[in-house]
Structures are given as C-alpha cells and as structure tokens.
C-alpha cells in the first residue's frame, strides 16, 4: 500500500495550492479519503474528506470555502484545491485512506507534503 502526496510548497498569502495523493495497493474506489494537517506543535486535524464514490464531501469551517477536495477513481488520485491560503494553514498535509479490507478496518498515511504560507 502506498499514498504519496505531492504538490506542497512555499506559498504567499492569497496564493493557492493543489495537492495530489496517489493511491496503489487497495481499491481506492472502496476507501473513504481524506487530507489531514499537522502545524508545529499541534496535533493533527481532519481537513476534508470524501466518500468512496465522490458524492459526499466535509471540511473542518476553517477551510470551508476555500478548499475542495475531489478524487479520480480513473487515476487512483485524489485532489485538495487550497485558494486564498492564509498563514494559518501552514502545516504538514497528509493523505489517509480509510476502508475495510478482509472485513477489517484499515487506515492507511501517506509520508506527507509541507505546505508554507509566508509573505
């Protein structure tokens, strides 16, 4: 199993970002999906997710708006859209995957991308 994020980086305020996490090793259209993210000294939070077939999305208020999360079931792929970026979302961003496999509830991370939001 593997989750590998990409997109992260050093961004001014107002900018915007997208992060990818591709997904091998599981039926990625089986997993719900999400992006978590872990500031300095914090711990991590739930920032959105997805259900496994893409019709139901959440999102910690904080992002509300300005993020949105997607996925391609195609490409194994799934997507966090971040626009109008602040300080405050600096953070490391990780992507999780969470489903049944053998009737056991699995939970999957990625090694996670750096996010910097700095003028």
């Known amino acids: 199993v593997q989750l590998v994020e990409s997109g992260g980086g050093l961004v001014q305020p107002g900018g915007s970002l997208r992060l990818s996490c591709a997904a091998s090793?599981?039926?990625?259209?089986?997993?719900?999906m999400s992006w978590y993210r872990q500031a300095p000294g914090k711990e991590r939070e739930l920032v959105a997710a997805i259900t496994s077939a893409g019709g139901s999305t959440n999102y910690v208020d904080s992002v509300k708006v300005r993020f949105t999360i997607s996925r391609d079931s195609a490409k194994n792929t799934v997507y966090l859209q971040m626009n109008n970026l602040k300080p405050e979302d600096t953070a490391v961003y990780y992507c999780n995957a969470r489903g049944l496999r053998a009737g056991v509830l699995q939970y999957y991370w990625g090694q996670g991308t750096q996010v910097t939001v700095s003028s």
């Open positions: 090793g599981f039926t990625f259209s089986s997993y719900v």
